[in-house]
């Protein structure tokens, strides 16, 4: 009869948390099914800029399924695939074929040239190609490529979880409420708890750019003070999300649910996978993930060495969800006092 009872209690107390149930039974098919989106999607080709290349091999490229892109004279090609528009760029000298490879993803390089490969394979047999790189270069691994979103992810999670759970037990523990039993605006109550974080968040940005550069060896072509800027702004991002979401928490366990639909989200679109690969509808919803723009900027600046007129939308665009992140959160505190 006790283990009963006791069996009867745990089931109403979950039964009574609405919240729970829908963690045990929604996120694992959300996630599954956004899993589904993603890797499922559309195939993507290489896409390879040509200049002065015969048409018999033009042909033989495009029936092996490339996204050809013929060009009038190699600055324009070189201009465009600066701009990401190209992962690779071919020309014909006398007859030896020159490839100029984009360089900032290994897993795109390896297939621009198995897919030149087969192509001359088709035809007719010649001289290997010359093979340069406008980033990167043949040594790049693959960590130095996912490094950088890496280094944006695992920043914003912890912060988030950190000014979470802090912010959550500040409203536990009754401190909370007694500041906003003094005349202390809900403003100011939100900028002071965000400066107080943000002092541990300065110093963990500043831990991670250190360590990803100096100790892991990551791939660093561009600023680390650059660096340090985005990881800062991301990590100020994950903080006021963080204290935002932490309001609508009664327990710490309340704001683990939170992961599955925020946290979990953001990897997807941050960069780890092949965005182009996606639905086009699905990948409209990476502009409203902070991580994605603050991962683009490291990507840039850490494999493209990319200066600031390259990333500052994404600086402005950060700066924007922190904003309104905090002005949300000034508003969350009204629901514990009017002011």
């Given at each position: 009869m006790r283990v009963q009872a006791l069996a009867i209690r745990i089931i109403r107390q979950f039964l009574r948390d609405k919240r729970t149930l829908a963690l045990l039974f929604l996120a694992p098919l959300f996630v599954l099914s956004l899993m589904k989106l993603v890797f499922d999607g559309q195939s993507v080709s290489p896409a390879l800029g040509v200049v002065d290349l015969p048409a018999a091999a033009v042909d033989r490229l495009e029936q092996l399924n490339a996204d050809i892109i013929e060009y009038g004279n190699r600055e324009s090609a070189e201009e465009a695939m600066?701009?990401?528009?190209?992962?690779?760029?071919?020309q014909w000298n006398g007859a030896v074929p020159e490839l100029l490879l984009e360089?900032?993803?290994?897993?795109?390089?390896?297939?621009?040239?198995?897919?030149?490969?087969?192509?001359?394979?088709a035809g007719s047999p010649g001289m290997p190609p010359n093979v340069s790189y406008l980033h990167g270069g043949p040594d790049m691994a693959s960590?130095?490529?996912?490094?950088?979103?890496?280094?944006?992810?695992?920043?914003?999670?912890?912060?988030?979880?950190?000014?979470?759970?802090?912010?959550?037990?500040?409203r536990t523990?009754?401190?909370?409420?007694?500041?906003?039993?003094?005349?202390v605006r809900r403003?100011?109550?939100?900028?002071?708890?965000?400066?107080?974080?943000g002092l541990f968040t300065l110093l963990q940005a500043s831990l991670i750019a250190w360590f990803s550069v100096d100790v892991l060896q990551l791939y660093m072509a561009g600023s680390i003070g650059y660096m340090l800027i985005i990881n800062l702004l991301l990590s100020l991002t994950a903080l006021t999300l963080g204290t935002l979401l932490s309001s609508f928490a009664s327990t710490e366990f309340q704001i683990i649910q939170f992961i599955p639909i925020v946290i979990v989200p953001q990897a997807f679109f941050s960069g780890l996978f092949n965005l182009d690969a996606m639905h086009p509808w699905l990948q409209k919803l990476s502009y409203v993930m902070p991580l994605y723009y603050g991962a683009d900027a490291m990507r840039g600046i850490m494999i493209r060495g990319e200066e600031w007129s390259s990333f500052q939308s994404n600086v402005y665009?950060?700066?924007?969800?922190?904003?309104?992140?905090?002005l949300l959160n000034v508003l969350a505190l009204g629901k514990h006092r009017s002011m």
């Open positions: 600066r701009s990401g528009e190209l992962d690779g760029l071919l360089g900032s993803d290994p897993g795109v390089n390896k297939a621009v040239l198995l897919l030149l490969q087969n192509a001359l394979q960590f130095d490529s996912f490094g950088p979103v890496l280094i944006g992810f695992f920043s914003f999670f912890f912060v988030f979880l950190l000014a979470g759970v802090s912010f959550l037990r500040e523990s009754g401190t909370l409420e007694r500041l906003l039993a003094t005349p403003s100011e109550i939100v900028v002071g708890y965000l400066a107080g974080f665009v950060l700066i924007g969800f922190s904003l309104l992140f905090a």
